[in-house]
């Protein structure tokens, strides 16, 4: 491949086959080969009069200049064999998901860019001939596997099919905007850090699936589907991560998840992100399945196969590598971005570091709030450490009025509740929604947390106790004893009734949950009488 230098900018184009380069045989479309010397004579493909000039070896072509100032050289290689495009995985049909699988494999500081088409080149105003040349332009600085259509981009792994007619563009972000229109939205472009070689990784799981529920799914059928030699399913699910709420089929999932399957929650949608804002979101969150964020299906299943792939990697590894983002497939909630790297602490010791002016304290002010949280959000003890040691307030509260330890609960990090507690934090505090950190912990099935918050003097209010009756039999109702135990611990009375009389108890019985009923009894102060008859 020619090298080039200044203003020049070099890449590789590989030709595998396909429709792109087709050529009429025997009445018949086929793949041709010598694409770099056909290429050669259209003007839009190659300046033959710089080539010359600069004696370029007869397999790197250049394009017509698109500015005074820069060249794009690209290097044509081919494929032996080339391949039909029914054989290959590089389609317009498929793109989506072959890019999304290449940007896992694929580890390199420099653009990818697949192209393909509904027609050959030779076809007269297609998409091949006339965009191919302004793809090379655009994507000529970019790190990144892409999707181009149109004069839009998007990142590869973040964009789905949307039609099928192949007389439109068909292409849209599928869990957000795209990248590029007209122009480059530079924050969501991923810089190139340093040169490196490119790394391909060829160990790739095949046995991953995709499961898409819908209302009604019989857990049965979850349950087959769930069988060896599945290591890996992405599971399609409704909204933000929400789906079917029945415990034998949540049953299923977990006991899949306990015997080492790797579960991706991925949204249907085609924007959001799986959240665990709501019940049914929390109960996939309990069965032990990993949240996919704003991943794409296909971006679920390409990065699910490469974290498999990888050797020497214990399952919970394994499940931290699929909650980062590694290859700009998904994008991370606010601060989950912000301790990335390493880079909290690092913030903290230097707004702690400032000091002398009035400007720096009300900076301070401002910003330390936001990184207390964050550094509770992760279960960071030694930034938390960092404002202790300088006597900052540990009850520092954000716009919603969440302090610390209500970040600590609900994320379940008992080491950090136990240090913020120790240092003053106060257990009775109310977020704009009248939420205490004791609340957040029973919603989440924080256990050791809520023992702590327990001994330190929390008790739920009564506004959060209004409706527990309703919530207590909606948990018996789906055999949700992890759910019960916390609200139990937490010191709520188990035989509060729901809106129409009945306690948690009396649906477990009808209900025949056994085990369910075993647990209420066994709270001893928390069984109720039977209603009375009229």
Not at 12 to 38: D, F, K, N, Q
Not at 307 to 323: F, I
Not at 471 to 490: F, N, T
């Amino acid at each position: 491949m020619a090298r080039a230098t200044g203003p020049e900018r070099r890449l590789l184009a590989i030709y595998t086959g396909g429709t792109i380069g087709m050529r009429s045989e025997g009445g018949v479309l086929v793949p041709g080969r010598g694409l770099a010397a056909v290429l050669r004579t259209l003007h839009m493909f190659h300046d033959e009069e710089y080539a010359r000039a600069h004696s370029l070896p007869e397999d790197t072509l250049v394009l017509p200049p698109a500015s005074p100032d820069q060249r794009i050289i690209y290097t044509v290689l081919e494929c032996q064999p080339l391949f039909d495009s029914s054989d290959m995985t590089i389609t317009e049909d498929t793109t989506h998901s072959t890019r999304a699988l290449l940007s896992s494999m694929a580890q390199t500081p420099w653009p990818l860019l697949p192209q393909c088409s509904l027609s050959c080149w030779k076809t007269c105003r297609n998409r091949s001939s006339s965009q191919v040349p302004r793809y090379l332009s655009m994507h000529c600085g970019v790190t990144a596997v892409r999707t181009c259509w149109g004069l839009c981009s998007w990142l590869a792994n973040t964009s789905s099919l949307r039609s099928a007619c192949s007389s439109r563009i068909s292409s849209s972000g599928a869990t957000g905007q795209p990248r590029w229109t007209l122009g480059v939205n530079r924050e969501l472009v991923r810089k190139a850090c340093g040169k490196s070689h490119l790394v391909v990784h060829s160990s790739m799981e095949p046995d991953v699936g995709l499961l898409r529920l819908y209302p009604g799914i019989p857990a049965s059928l979850v349950r087959t589907f769930l069988q060896p030699p599945l290591k890996g399913v992405v599971m399609e699910t409704f909204g933000s991560g929400n789906g079917p709420t029945k415990p034998d089929l949540l049953q299923e999932l977990r006991v899949a998840a306990e015997q080492g399957l790797i579960i991706v929650n991925c949204t249907h949608c085609l924007q959001g992100a799986v959240t665990s804002d709501y019940a049914s979101g929390m109960a996939m969150a309990g069965a032990g399945i990993v949240s996919g964020f704003d991943m794409t299906s296909e971006a679920a299943l390409a990065k699910l196969s490469y974290v498999l792939g990888q050797p020497g990697l214990s399952l919970n590894d394994r499940k931290k590598l699929l909650a980062k983002d590694l290859r700009g497939e998904m994008t991370l909630p606010a601060t989950d971005v912000l301790l990335q790297d390493g880079m909290l602490g690092c913030r903290v010791a230097w707004l702690l570091s400032m000091n002398g002016s009035q400007e720096a304290d009300t900076m301070k002010d401002v910003l330390l709030p936001g990184l207390a949280l964050a550094a509770a959000h992760a279960g960071d003890l030694d930034t938390l450490q960092a404002f202790v040691e300088l006597d900052r307030d540990l009850n520092l509260k954000d716009y919603s009025g969440q302090t610390p330890l209500h970040v600590a609960a609900r994320r379940g990090h008992a080491a950090v509740v136990a240090m913020l507690l120790q240092r003053g934090a106060d257990v009775d505090a109310r977020n704009e929604d009248g939420q205490s950190p004791l609340l957040l912990a029973v919603r989440g099935r924080h256990q050791s947390v809520i023992g702590l918050l327990r001994a330190a003097g929390a008790r739920l209010s009564p506004q959060e106790l209004e409706d527990v009756g309703t919530e207590l039999c909606r948990l018996a109702s789906r055999a949700d004893s992890e759910g019960l135990r916390a609200w139990w611990q937490a010191g709520a009375d188990m035989g509060q009734p729901d809106y129409d009389g009945h306690c948690a108890l009396q649906v477990a019985e009808a209900a025949g949950n056994a085990d369910v009923v075993a647990l209420l009894q066994s709270f001893k102060d928390s069984v109720c009488a039977q209603p009375q008859p009229h």
